[in-house]
């Protein structure tokens, strides 16, 4: 493109104070920061902090793996464990920080089930 091409298109392109506006500003995703839980296809389900997602990936802050989990109603849906918290016989991961792909669902927990989750302690 010649210099002439370009201070033509900076013209149309700019706002009245001379600053050239960002086309297409990426949106910010209201989940970010939110306690989730996970569930994937190969990697099975965590619950933490959703620190990024983009596709079917995503990364987790404090996330720990759900390895035998139970509602506390009995209800036998990740939905019901993200609304009403874990059960005391369920089996947990320690917390780590992890990057999941193939993604199959994100849940948002109430706080309830956010605080059940990270102060499980498993019983054997």
């Known amino acids: ?29 209201p989940w970010i920061g939110e306690y989730v839980i996970v569930r994937c296809r190969d990697a099975g389900v965590h619950a933490g902090v959703l620190v990024s997602r983009q596709g079917r990936q995503c990364e987790l802050r404090d996330s720990r793996r759900l390895w035998k989990w139970k509602t506390v109603n009995d209800d036998d849906f990740l939905s019901g464990l993200a609304k009403h918290g874990i059960h005391e016989d369920s089996m947990l991961g320690c917390p780590v920080n992890i990057i999941l792909t193939e993604n199959c669902e994100i849940i948002r927990c109430t706080d309830a089930s956010k605080m059940s989750i990270r102060g499980h302690v498993n019983v054997k």
């Open 1 to 29: 493109m010649d210099e002439v091409t370009r201070k033509i298109l900076l013209c149309l392109l700019s706002n009245d104070d001379g600053t050239v506006e960002q086309s297409n500003p990426q949106p910010v995703d």
